[in-house]
């Protein structure tokens, strides 16, 4: 089961990395504990970057039941677009149910509580989650939604990135976020191939701190990548891109620019990162 099953159902796309060690912590009470540190080369929500194109450390952990029911938090450093006027951190709270309903095939559904500390009250928001999966052969397949219900911290506030003011104070929107991924190991290696698409539909604004879910409104974000597994660690690699355009963001603003060499943060890259679980 993977830790943090957000926004990033989270943080799939690279968004995060972090996925439950097999060996966790369990009691007589029927729970297990498991949890993850990560450092990331750059932290990719949805294909666009939350750390201004630099590094973050990630950590998370989770609480399940053996009746399915888990909870956790994830957080992570944050910087330039996905600051959201905070202490440049991000913590998520979640909970949720998952179960096999025979076939192989699991279903997982809940909630994230987004957070950014030290931000304004309306740039914190909820999501709901579901995703289905499988094997299909090989592969693990595994379809999800992402519901973010309206709220002030998705509402279109400012129309542009160049307005002087608020736009339309107060305002609710929500976004919808559809997703696939694909995972595969490679027989008798340490190596795991994955994809991921996704498909994000919200305000075409930005909100009361000058940030989007889905900042151009629509797009698609997809990423192809493999997994190392070296003892206790987990090296990975991945090609992470997005069809938002620098002409289709220039109402953004800068803030959508990397301070460093004005490249678009939804633009293609190559993340890195290692991560350790128990």
């Not at 938090?73 to 202490?87: D, I, P, Q, R």
């Not at 990423?223 to 597994?229: C, E």
């Not at 938002?244 to 890259?269: P, Q």
């Amino acid at each position: 089961m993977k830790i943090r099953m957000l926004a990033g159902a989270a943080c799939l796309a690279l968004s995060c990395f972090a996925v439950a060690n097999p060996a966790a912590a369990q009691d007589d009470s029927g729970l297990t504990v498991s949890g993850e540190a990560t450092l990331v080369t750059d932290y990719r929500y949805r294909g666009v970057s939350m750390t201004d194109r630099e590094m973050a450390i990630q950590a998370g952990i989770q609480v399940t039941h053996d009746s399915g029911f888990y909870a956790g938090t994830w957080g992570s450093n944050l910087s330039g677009w996905g600051t959201f006027g905070g202490s440049n951190t991000e913590l998520d709270l979640f909970a949720g149910y998952s179960t096999d309903i025979g076939n192989g095939i699991n279903v997982d559904a809940g909630l994230t509580w987004i957070m950014f500390p030290g931000g304004l009250d309306t740039t914190d928001f909820a999501e709901l989650y579901a995703t289905v999966s499988g094997d299909i052969g090989p592969v693990n397949v595994g379809v999800g939604i992402n519901y973010a219900p309206k709220q002030e911290a998705l509402g279109t506030w400012y129309y542009s990135g160049f307005s002087d003011g608020y736009d339309d104070p107060g305002d609710k929107g929500d976004n919808l976020y559809l997703h696939t991924d694909l995972s595969a190991g490679i027989p008798d290696t340490p190596l795991t191939l994955n994809a991921h698409i996704g498909y994000s539909n919200g305000n075409a604004g930005l909100g009361p701190w000058g940030t989007s879910l889905a900042p151009t409104g629509e797009y698609v974000d997809w990423s192809l990548g493999a997994d190392y597994a070296l003892g206790p660690l987990t090296l990975g690699i991945a090609y992470v891109d997005t069809d938002i355009s620098r002409s289709e963001s220039n109402y953004l603003g800068s803030g959508f620019r990397s301070s460093k060499n004005g490249s678009v943060i939804s633009g293609s890259t190559v993340v890195f990162k290692v991560s350790a679980g128990f």
